[in-house]
């Protein structure tokens, strides 16, 4: 939680791999046993990855509709990913962090919820790489050419492609706050890994060991775009008191 009286989660992913929908559930599902009443999803920095992770997270926070759709040269390549009910998350509020350096699967992620209105985008602009790119053999087969042969578009329609998606709310940074935001993730991402649990098989039942972090404070870091989606969500909760909403 990063605001434990208005019950606000956190999830930073930072790359789309085989695994990554997976522990996004189970840290949802831990997040949700604790109270969890709202979700800020952080994809900024994420430059990534499979495409068929990208879809797969987006369906969790969607019941229907397109997510997403290539369309190509050849008709062949022209394909539309649609969300199912099956799996999708409770209709909490949410917030996606997104910047410059949130790319391709991120992309696709953040204008499917933006699309569907299914929560708010918060920071900058994305990088805008939404292209399919091909090996093409050439001669006799020794060497190959890699060429763009599709490209992603959002379910309205918006090409992905050296365009980009728009957030919402835009809170700019300027260089200095861009470079500390970039070692502050990092740093967590580290961190991550110091905590990473360790098995060890007692029995032959799996008994799991948190790591701890050196003793050692870091000077706290303030993240202003996080800081600004947490306000966002407190002002959402206080209305839903106020209008009885439950």
Do not use: W
């Not at 008709?75 to 350096?101: I, R």
């Not at 800081?227 to 206080?238: F, L, N």
């Amino acid at each position: 939680m990063v605001d434990n009286d208005y019950k606000v989660g956190y999830l930073a992913v930072t790359n789309f791999q085989e695994n990554t929908v997976r522990d996004m559930d189970a840290a949802i599902q831990d997040l949700m046993k604790k109270g969890m009443k709202c979700l800020v999803l952080d994809l900024r920095f994420n430059p990534g990855g499979l495409l068929n992770v990208a879809v797969d997270m987006a369906d969790k926070f969607l019941e229907r509709g397109v997510i997403v759709s290539t369309k190509g040269r050849d008709k062949t390549q022209n394909y539309v990913y649609q969300a199912h009910k099956k799996g999708t998350y409770p209709n909490f509020p949410l917030v996606v962090l997104v910047n410059n350096g949130s790319a391709s699967a991120s992309e696709i992620v953040a204008g499917a919820i933006k699309d569907h209105k299914r929560g708010l985008l918060l920071g900058i602009k994305t990088f805008g790489k939404g292209s399919v790119q091909s090996l093409i053999p050439v001669g006799d087969g020794k060497a190959a050419l890699k060429l763009t042969t599709a490209r992603y578009y959002t379910p309205s329609g918006v090409c992905i492609h050296e365009k980009g998606i728009e957030p919402h709310v835009k809170v700019q940074l300027n260089f200095a706050e861009i470079k500390a935001l970039h070692e502050h993730l990092a740093m967590i991402n580290i961190d991550a890994m110091i905590n990473e649990t360790k098995v060890n098989k007692v029995n032959g039942t799996e008994t799991v060991l948190k790591g701890t972090v050196g003793a050692k404070e870091k000077p706290q870091y303030i993240d202003m775009q996080l800081e600004r989606a947490i306000d966002i969500m407190k002002g959402i909760e206080v209305y839903a008191k106020r209008s009885g909403a439950p």
